[in-house]
């Protein structure tokens, strides 16, 4: 397992429309484009800086991860994510060491990267994805 960089940092808003006027208008930082993620339940945006990102997630659905982060704690930093090069084998090895997955298997998020949860019972209570582009 090679982790190279910090991806992004993924942000639970209420309202991405809202949430991106501060970020675009008072930042400066250009959305690359809202989309759905059907199966998380979210919509994204992604702020992309130099070599990472922040993205934003909204709830698309009351039974939606994000829907309930918010319920129980409000808006705020959601995960970390940082990439990795090769996503079947990270996983395969952190299974190997006995680390608390959420995902055993990628699958698909955002801008077509492929993910996978790594649960923070395991990493100090922060919710830790992995991503390949
Ligand atoms: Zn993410």
Do not use: Y
């Amino acid at each position: 397992m090679k982790p190279t960089i910090v991806d992004h940092i993924g942000i639970a808003v209420k309202n991405i429309e809202a949430s991106l006027k501060f970020w675009e208008e008072t930042l400066g930082i250009r959305c690359t484009g809202v989309e759905e993620v059907a199966d998380q339940k979210v919509k994204t945006a992604f702020l992309p800086l130099e070599d990472s990102e922040v993205e934003l997630l909204e709830a698309t659905a009351e039974d939606s991860p994000i829907a309930k982060f918010i319920a129980k704690r409000g808006e705020g930093i959601h995960h970390l994510a940082i990439r990795v090069e090769n996503l079947e084998e990270a996983l395969a090895e952190l299974k190997a060491k006995g680390v608390r997955l959420i995902d055993e298997t990628p699958r698909k998020g955002a801008g077509g990267a492929l993910i996978a949860f790594i649960h923070p019972a395991a990493t100090g209570g922060v919710l830790l994805e992995l991503s390949q582009r």
